[in-house]
């Protein structure tokens, strides 16, 4: 798309706009609400020292944090909405800069409240939960009691709060190095259709380009930028390695996995299972990359070769409220509770639909205990597969609507483990009623196609990735650094074993770890993989059960953070502390590969 079609934020109309009255009505509101925040605050830190009084005096203490943190995920929900949909708007990127430091300003002020709550006699904290009034925070307060060995002191906490922005610093410089400086650097790439400037958006679009040349061109072009800042990218992880490391050694953990793992009571084994599973699982991915290369005709398949479509010339032409008529037929298993509420939201004001210049790339959906759930959207009715990411983040919103109805504030917050759950279940679901209802035999290809390749990079693709983190910490904390040759070795070491003996590499390939922002977030990719093989397994249930399997599904939406991610599943009827629903996952896309060899034969 031309950048001239591309309107200004100004010009959407407002009914392709999300509608963020249910938060603020006006700037003027916000500041009205950010002017009063400070003084929620303080009461709030005025418990200091206090909490140990009485029952009365924590749960006055406890109502007060809630007050502030309820206030404050508003406030910043609001500016922070308004950035992404125009990140050139300063005066909305100012609204959430400050709405960031207000969060630091509230960790350091409130740091107290979990050692000292901590240190408490637990015959009186355990005496206190039961009584009625602390219903509301009673799952909080456990969740905050089980971490008591890996709390620190006063002192500490409040430092480990105040290094929390500058903790952040090599994941937002390597995010400025690659979306900013390194953009202007790459140059174009020469198309039928033109000279496209390569930035790391158009990148991932070239790769799907039919044009063999073309995709070899970009690939080339990209990683050898790429290359160039190898050194500093490599620094720049290995600081961000060290910060996790540094963490989990300082609160006592027995390793960065442990740490990032144990507040979600989420067992080491489920993460190193997931990658043993995967590993017995690569044969089927190994089959689809020979099918790959024969239906692309290559006599050597290539890593650029990986993305662009098995099946071409499906034209799709889909507006935006067919796709939420598709998301509503395909979503009807779960009722019209489910469908009504969802449908109404995507078409009254939760979703922002389409592009605008200064818009945030992509797709999210950001709900709030106060506040709609709300959806932002780069909608294209010619790609197919932006229906699919309508049903995904309509998942997740879903997922929080349900949440906040069935819970107080401080336990309504589900983890990312559960949310992959919900998105990809919505997913699946509208996989198979398009299959189902496909025309011919073609389409059928073609979407079995698109969601091979969807598994591909949520199951195969994301345990890669985990794979790959869980090697780079275990090598800090055994005292090696990380050098951008040793980072490079261990990442071509996993591309080879997971394309296996039909994919010959290019000596940048291995520069592709140093392209991936997921990685400044440690052992989260995992969850992606874990999420899809739930759903999976959820959606077979469902699909093929009755009213109870529906309702315990529903159960699982609704548990919000009133248990542990590994309960919580196992109320909707998958238990992820077993390797059996990642194996399911595995066989059921060898059976997709199987299925579209066969819709592919001539």
């Not at 290359?227 to 953990?253: C, H, K, P, W």
């Amino acid at each position: 798309m031309a950048d001239m079609s591309i309107p200004e934020r100004a010009d959407v109309p407002d009914s392709d706009k999300w509608n963020l009255s249910s938060l603020y009505h006006s700037d003027a509101e916000w500041e009205d609400d950010m002017a009063a925040l400070d003084a929620l605050v303080g009461a709030a830190a005025a418990f200091q020292g206090r909490l140990g009084e009485s029952a009365e005096t924590l749960l006055d203490a406890l109502r007060q944090m809630e007050r502030a943190e309820r206030l404050l995920e508003r406030l910043y929900n609001y500016a922070s909405l308004q950035h992404s949909a125009d990140e050139d708007d300063a005066a909305a990127a100012a609204r959430e800069g400050r709405a960031g430091m207000a969060y630091t300003d509230f960790s350091a002020r409130t740091s107290f409240f979990g050692p000292e709550v901590q240190s408490l006699p637990e015959e009186a904290v355990s005496a206190w939960l039961e009584l009625p009034e602390f219903a509301d925070y009673r799952v909080y307060l456990k969740k905050l009691l089980r971490l008591k060995p890996y709390i620190l002191g006063e002192k500490e906490e409040r430092l480990l709060s105040l290094q929390g922005e500058s903790a952040r610093t090599a994941y937002r410089t390597f995010s400025l190095l690659e979306n900013v400086d390194m953009n202007g650097e790459l140059g174009s790439v020469e198309t039928p259709e033109g000279a496209v400037p390569l930035s790391s958006s158009s990148f991932v679009q070239l790769l799907h380009h039919s044009d063999r040349d073309v995709r070899r061109r970009a690939y080339r072009q990209y990683y050898e930028k790429i290359g160039r800042y190898q050194n500093t990218i490599a620094s720049l992880y290995s600081g961000s390695v060290q910060q996790d490391v540094f963490e989990a050694r300082a609160r006592g953990y027995s390793s960065s996995l442990d740490a990032a793992l144990f507040g979600s009571a989420v067992p080491q084994s489920v993460y190193r299972n997931l990658i043993s599973c995967v590993h017995e699982g690569l044969p089927a991915l190994h089959s689809y990359y020979a099918l790959r290369k024969k239906v692309l005709g290559v006599d050597e398949l290539r890593h650029y070769d990986v993305y662009v479509p098995l099946v071409k010339d499906v034209a799709a032409d889909v507006p935006y409220e067919e796709a939420v008529e598709i998301c509503r037929q395909a979503l009807s298993p779960l009722g019209t509770d489910y469908t009504d509420r969802l449908c109404a939201g995507l078409l009254g004001g939760w979703a922002d639909r389409y592009e605008n210049k200064g818009k945030r790339s992509g797709a999210f959906s950001s709900g709030v205990y106060t506040g709609d759930p709300y959806i932002l959207l780069n909608y294209k009715r010619d790609i197919l597969r932006d229906v699919y990411t309508v049903a995904h983040e309509g998942g997740h919103s879903m997922h929080t609507w349900y949440s906040v109805q069935s819970n107080p504030f401080m336990q309504y917050n589900y983890t990312i483990f559960e949310a992959e759950v919900a998105s990809t279940f919505n997913e699946e679901l509208v996989f198979r009623h398009l299959f189902r209802n496909a025309a011919d035999g073609r389409m059928k290809a073609y979407l079995l196609a698109l969601r091979i390749d969807d598994i591909l990079a949520t199951l195969h693709r994301q345990t890669m990735f985990a794979e790959y983190e869980l090697k780079a910490h275990e090598l800090v904390e055994q005292g090696t650094p990380l050098t951008a040759e040793l980072l490079r070795s261990v990442y071509r070491g996993l591309l080879e074993q997971y394309f296996g003996p039909e994919m010959r590499l290019d000596d940048v390939s291995s520069l592709e770890a140093f392209r991936i922002p997921h990685f400044y977030t440690a052992f989260y990719v995992y969850k992606y993989a874990t999420g899809i093989a739930a759903s999976l397994a959820l959606a077979k249930r469902v699909l093929g059960g009755g009213a109870a399997e529906r309702e315990d599904y529903f159960r699982f939406l609704r548990s919000g953070g009133s248990r542990y991610p590994i309960e919580s599943l196992r109320v909707a009827g998958v238990d992820m502390e077993r390797t059996e629903p990642v194996r399911a996952a595995l066989s059921e896309f060898a059976s997709m590969v199987g299925e579209l060899e066969r819709l592919l034969r001539p």
